[in-house]
Structure formats: structure tokens, C-alpha cells
Nanobody, 122 residues
Framework: QVQVAESGGGLVQAGDSLRLSCAASGRTFTGYATGWFRQAPGKDREFVAYIRWSGSSEYADTVKGRFTIFREQNTVYLQMNSLKPEDTAVYYC??????????????????WGQGTQVTVSS
């Protein structure tokens, strides 16, 4: 079984930065992809960013230029700069193994973390 755990959320002011971490454990595997999603109250879970095993990445238009996804060893990070109140949500990390390529679809992912709250005050 695979466990996925996020950390790094918190309460910040608009314009601040946060770095979220996502660590997968429980099984040794390679070739997986990792996605970040977020869900605000009353809204659907939405795609934020994605990183392939190769290191190439994709971003939602709403965060492009402000967020950066990267991997160091077995941990995937989401660096969030210039945060806005509309970025407030629970952020989830998910692992797609083997990668199916439907990066925007939550149903494509096999393992999920429990989520970490990010709150941005104006």
C-alpha cells in the first residue's frame, strides 16, 4: 500500500509565499507522476499542477507564473508565491501510477493524501 502525506499549509496574507510538501511512502516505485489539486468550500476539486517522472510539469492557468512544482528525491513540492485570497482551499497531493496522462481529472490518480489547508487573508 502507498501512503501520501502533505504538509506545509497555513494562514498567510495576500502576497506571501508558502511551500507545500508531498511525500509518498510504503512501496518503492518509479515512473509515477504527481499532481496537486485544491478544493474550496462549496466547489469541485480543481487541478493545480502536475509533474511527470521526467520532471516536466503542467499548471492550471490560474496559478501559472506564481506556483512551481518540483521534485527532490521522493518528495514533491509546490512553491506558491504571490498568494491571493482566491487561492484559499484544502490542497491535496495525488500520485498517478502508472501515469495515465489525464492530468486534470482526479479520477486518474491512484493515491491521495489527506489534504492541507491553505488560507490567504486579504
Amino acid at each position: 500500500q502507498v501512503q501520501v502525506a502533505e504538509s506545509g499549509g497555513g494562514l498567510v496574507q495576500a502576497g506571501d509565499s508558502l511551500r507545500l510538501s508531498c511525500a509518498a511512502s510504503g512501496r518503492t516505485f518509479t515512473g509515477y507522476a504527481t499532481g496537486w489539486f485544491r478544493q474550496a468550500p462549496g466547489k469541485d476539486r480543481e487541478f493545480v499542477a502536475y509533474i511527470r517522472w521526467s520532471g516536466s510539469s503542467e499548471y492550471a492557468d490560474t496559478v501559472k507564473g506564481r506556483f512551481t512544482i518540483f521534485r527532490e528525491q521522493n518528495t514533491v513540492y509546490l512553491q506558491m508565491n504571490s498568494l491571493k485570497p482566491e487561492d484559499t482551499a484544502v490542497y491535496y497531493c495525488a500520485v498517478d501510477v502508472p501515469p495515465m496522462g489525464y492530468i486534470n481529472s482526479p479520477s486518474s490518480y491512484d493515491y491521495w493524501g489527506q489534504g492541507t489547508q491553505v488560507t490567504v487573508s486579504s
